[in-house]
């Protein structure tokens, strides 16, 4: 194994260290491009000289020109847009200038840079660089090329101000171009992948943070696909298409070889700049993305020289104003940049409060035994530092430390669980626990790209991760396989690990990119258990948890993971586009020698686990229209049994080495329609996904590996009918059985897997300028396919329906306040992963009407 660790080492830092160092990133402002022949003659493939580069005035915006010696004609491939930077590369070209590159610094309002430069021996690149996005034209013409980027306000500064067009009275801004970098792990438009992407932006995640700061609850709201929101700081019971979710933070994985649930409760709100959502397996990033993969992608650095923003606000339960509901927010901003550096820091300061249902009852503030997100305060600091080292290469440093601890003294009463017919979850006061539950998590994360080096786009990146989570104390008194100890559990998990990837145009004009690579990364996780006394529990009615002593639960793992990857897309023409590619992994698991709870006097020796998987996908896009399109896909992904949930049960005989290490691989099937027109956009998809070995937990703490089928549809719309209003929504319906015996004879899926309907809707209107308001809508509907059964997992589901309200009020130049009311009508109901639950002392009602107001200020 550790000849493995080092092979594995070697080979990734020896690949990072013969590529090393990223491009600028930049936006756009509006400005048309025109590649023209200033003579003509036969259009031979062969080198095409530039002579000169001239910058016009039209009605329109800007003209580029690029005049060619030779009379041929230059096309250019497809654009790309990134952050602020508009750029086409045109192939079999090269510059002939006096002065070589050519380049304007500031040639009109919104513009700050053009420049034309040679990227190598054949090719060319055309880039601008300025401060808002719009979309982008590209027009084939006799005579060249043309690029036409609108709403530009201003003429080239070489101008007169006489000669400069007019200002106009009014400009309607066009929304930044759309692009996923996860779906593919390269910059791409959404339209162009073949599959079902979400990309929530900044601007979404700062409207919902006004209703809550969990990253859980804010993509149930919006994403199709995803479980409805549990309200618990687990994301247990919120799966993706019926299956795990794999969650990156800037493409680091947040998982942990002992599963703690706790993925998207790993970084603040305040730290993110957008959020996409594959829907689907995946095995771009390997091991997880069963469901599909959440990739956070954290904050970037202002344009300016300096900015900064400052948020202040007060949150609390609108039936209960006091000092027990009310929490307090603190968050403030900065960042800059300056010549070829940037930067972005922020950090935040939060306090929960207790949290109250409909009925103004407290509710516990560990829900389902997982711990909660009531009486609690979190910590986040953020900070990044980004170098362009020249026009092609840059080098970025990012850091985030996440605190989450709760700071209660209530707890839920066990004694519901004596009572007769389903009973609600109630509070117990006085609380007395030296360790409260809590997750803290450390991110450092390195990043080098190249734009251009022998041709290709290189990325690599180096990054360490250091993770605790505690749970709330778990009464297994009843539980043989828990020693029938009161305990409370943590999951300790350090990580380092490193990618690298390199994209290389293929065919004539770049019409095919190879995306080659590798991953790697080391882990350790371990997680130990302190155990109370049972009769100072008991004489307590469940207040007193006096510890007796550490005990390790799931035993030390050592987890190393190599992935070898390949991926093509190739635009086969205007309207046709083509993806596919493998990806093989191999992973050693060591396990030391260990007891479990319910023998902790039998020593079980360890060992060590090996095992691989190689997983296909292709996939295309078919444009009907331009703003139509069709979508199929094919794909695998594949995730590992919790190997440490069945070592944690071991019983005495118990050989590691004889655990089956097979990894479930899952075989996906999607079809879908997208359209995007100017004021409708719309998406349909269609899965079914199978695996001959499953994942499923089942309380007390086992694994089904049983075949296992899920099958859905998805569906969204968004109308915006005049300039100040927009409205839509989305569905999503899924099923999804097991064959428990391997026989044929399925039966229904668990509820923690697959949820019922699930329907979200909303509306939103600037009311005046400057005050913007939104009403949105959830509905979960019911399911009931197990009659009578109230076993985990197994317990009707009722439906209910909650309506939010979201209000923001601009107040001078600079400042902003933000109003949101959660379950405005004050609706008593129970989240999904509530009613699942066997025991009443975890059926926590759901939160009551609770208010948010926040003021920020832009410096």
Known sequence: MQNFQLLSVLSLVGAIATFMPAIAQAQLAPLSIYAQNMQQGDSATKITEITDVRLNSTPQGLELVLETADGQQLSAATPKV??????????????????????????????????????????VRVQVTGEAATRAEVIQSQNGLVVSLTNVTDAPAAQTPAEAPAEPETAIEEPAQEITVTATRTEEEPQNVPRSITVINREQIEQQTRLSQNV?????????????PTQSSSNFGQTLRGR?????????????????????RTIDPSAIERIEVVRGPSAIYGDGGTGGVINIITSTASEERLASQTQIGVSGALGDLSGDSLGYNLQHAISGTEDNLDFAVSGSLRTTGGFFDAEGDRIPPDPNAQGGFADAETLNFFGKLGVNLDEQQRLQLTFNHFDDSQDTDFTTDPSVNLLSGRQKARTLEGLNLDELPGTRNTLLNLQYSHENLLGSNVQAQLYYRDYLTEFFPFDGRNFSNLGNQIYQSRVESEKFGGRLQIETPLFNKGAARLLWGVDYFNEDTVQPVTTFDRAAFEASGGLDFLATGERTWTPPLELNSLGLFAQLAWDVSDRFIVNGGVRYENADVSVDDFTTLANPNTVIPGGDLNFDATLFNIGTVFFLTDELNLFANFAQGFSLADIGLVLRNAQPGFDVESLNPEPQQVDSYEIGLRGQWETIQGSLSVFYNESELGTTFTAPGTVLRAPERIYGVEAAVDIQPSDRTSLGGSVTLQGGEIDLADNGDYTALDGFRIPPLKVV?????????????????????????????????????????????????????????????????????????????????????????????KYSIDW
């Open 244 to 264: 795990n979710v794999q969650v990156l933070i800037d493409g680091v994985p947040q998982s942990t070889a002992r599963n703690a649930q706790r993925d998207l």
């Open 216 to 228: 859980g609850e804010i993509l149930g709201k919006l994403v199709p696909g995803l479980s409805v």
């Open 82 to 123: 990134d952050g602020n930077a508009w750029s086409a590369d045109i192939p079999e070209a090269v510059l002939i200038l006096p002065d070589g590159d050519y380049r304007a610094e500031n040639p009109a309002t919104g513009i700050t840079l053009i420049t034309v430069s040679q990227l190598d021996a054949n090719r």
């Open 761 to 853: 809707a909303y509306v939103e209107n600037e009311t005046s300028p400057g005050w913007r308001n939104r009403l949105q809508a959830l509905f979960s509907g019911d399911r009931d396919v197990f009659g009578d059964s109230v076993a985990f997992g197994r317990r009707e589901v009722e439906s209910y329906l909650t309506v939010d309200y979201i209000s923001s009020i601009q107040l001078g130049e600079a400042g902003t306040l933000e109003i949101g009311i959660e379950n405005l009508f004050d609706n008593q109901y129970f989240p999904i992963v509530s009613q699942l639950q066997s025991n009443d002392s975890a059926y926590a009602a759901a939160r009551g009407r609770t208010v948010s107001i």
